[in-house]
Structures are given as structure tokens and as C-alpha cells.
């Protein structure tokens, strides 16, 4: 078999505010021979999280930020195109990782972050979404630390995100009355009856006061794309039994 062609896209230049096509370029490399333990995922499906933008500055998150040339780091789907190692990476079998926006991931034995097999009867797209990172983020900042009680209100931010959409509906279902903030009337107007109460846009009002003057505890929550607004956090916090969690 000849040498595979990888497809990626790096990053080319640091965004200065919002994201544009400028920052990246599109390149061709080689594909490297399998080392020991090692097997090729050919890239199915690609999560566009909000996390990412985090990644591109160079201080990054949660993790170091992407350096300039580098392949935009991402979750995504791939499956097993070649492996040395059968029985942890299976031919055919699909995976999520971090897979980074390019064709082909190279993959090493029990790597870091870690690497998740997908059942076979599971829909390659699920796993990028409420059966994977993005639905297990807002059941455990829901469920685990959150914790909000029946007649509580509480507050997403991000609201319109995969996390944010989701952990408004977990905090439904726990009896909380349900408050969204979101970056446009568009993302706003997303949000069906039933679903939460929603209110002024990031940005495009001030922040709703009336909400948090309504109950005794306001519960204030980050989503994946930046922190709680400063107002959220000091409404919260002052309340007697308020609490703000990122």
C-alpha cells in the first residue's frame, strides 16, 4: 500500500476576537508508518464544540492552547483503517478521540486524553452529542454539582450550546424554573414553549434582575464557551442560599 495523504487543517494565526477563515490553512502531509501498539483512524465526523475557540488563543483552557501550524485539536469519530493492535483497535471498529481536523488520527495504545470504542449499534453522529462529552458535561454540571432543587431558578448561559440546551432541560426536569441567556434574538428564538424561560441576549440587554429577585436561590451556570456573567455570579452569590458554579 503507498504512503496516505493527510488532509488537516491548522492554524495559521491566532483570532483576535471572533474567529475567521484567515486563521487557518488547509495542508497535505504524509501519514506516518504505525509504531508498536498503534492503529489509524480515518476520520468520519467532527465536533465544532465551543471549547475549541479556547484552544486557538495561546494561553488556551482547560488545555494548552493549539501552537501556530498545528492541526485544530477537536473531538471526533474515526474508524480503524489499519491497526498493530488488534485487540485494543480493532479493523473497522469506530472510535471517539481527539481526533483534530484532519482525515487521518494516529492513535496510540491506552493514550491521554482517553480514547472511547463505540458500540456497534450506535450512530456515528450520537457520540458528539447528548450520548457523549457534550450530554455527559451538562448531566454531571447538572446532576453532580449544580444540584438544583424543585422551585429553584436556574440559570444557563450559553443557553442555545449543545451543553447549555441540555442542561436546561436536566434542570427542568428536576422542578427548577429554567432561565437561558444566548448570544443573539436568533439563538433566543431556538427555544420552545416548555423548554425554559428565556430572556435578553448576551450582549443585547441587561441582564435579567427580575429572574433572580423571583426566588430565594438563583443557581448561575458556565457553559463550555466562556464564564458566568459577572451579574449572574453576584446575583447568585448574594442570595442567602445562592450558589454560581463553573
Known amino acids: 500500500m503507498g504512503t496516505r495523504r493527510n488532509h488537516q487543517i491548522v492554524l495559521a494565526r491566532r483570532p483576535t476576537g471572533a474567529v475567521s477563515e484567515a486563521c487557518f490553512e488547509s495542508t497535505v502531509r504524509d501519514v506516518p508508518e504505525l509504531g508498536e501498539g498503534e492503529a489509524l483512524l480515518q476520520v468520519r465526523y467532527l465536533g465544532i464544540d465551543p471549547t475549541i475557540r479556547g484552544w486557538l488563543d495561546e494561553r488556551g483552557n482547560y488545555m494548552a492552547g493549539v501552537a501556530i501550524g498545528e492541526c485544530v485539536r477537536s473531538n471526533g469519530v474515526g474508524v480503524v483503517v489499519e491497526t498493530n493492535n488488534p485487540e485494543e483497535y480493532p479493523l473497522g471498529r469506530a472510535f471517539m478521540h481527539l481526533t483534530g481536523w484532519q482525515e487521518y488520527c494516529v492513535v496510540q495504545s491506552n493514550p491521554f486524553p482517553p480514547i472511547t470504542m463505540l458500540p456497534e449499534d450506535v450512530e456515528l453522529t450520537d457520540v458528539l452529542g447528548v450520548l457523549g462529552h457534550i450530554g455527559i458535561t451538562a448531566y454531571v454540571g447538572v446532576l453532580e454539582v449544580a444540584k438544583p432543587q424543585p422551585g429553584e431558578t436556574f440559570l444557563v448561559s450559553a443557553a442555545a450550546s449543545g451543553v447549555g440546551s441540555i442542561a436546561g432541560q436536566i434542570a427542568r426536569m428536576q422542578g427548577a424554573r429554567v432561565f437561558g ?66
Open 181 to 246: 441567556i444566548a448570544g443573539s434574538a436568533e439563538k433566543l428564538a431556538g427555544f420552545k414553549p416548555g423548554e425554559g424561560d428565556v430572556d435578553t441576549p448576551r450582549g443585547g440587554g441587561p441582564f435579567p434582575h427580575a429572574a433572580a429577585a423571583e426566588a430565594p436561590d438563583v443557581e448561575a451556570t458556565k457553559q463550555a464557551d466562556g464564564a458566568i456573567p459577572l451579574p449572574a455570579r453576584a446575583e447568585a452569590t448574594a442570595k442567602p442560599r445562592g450558589r454560581a458554579h463553573a
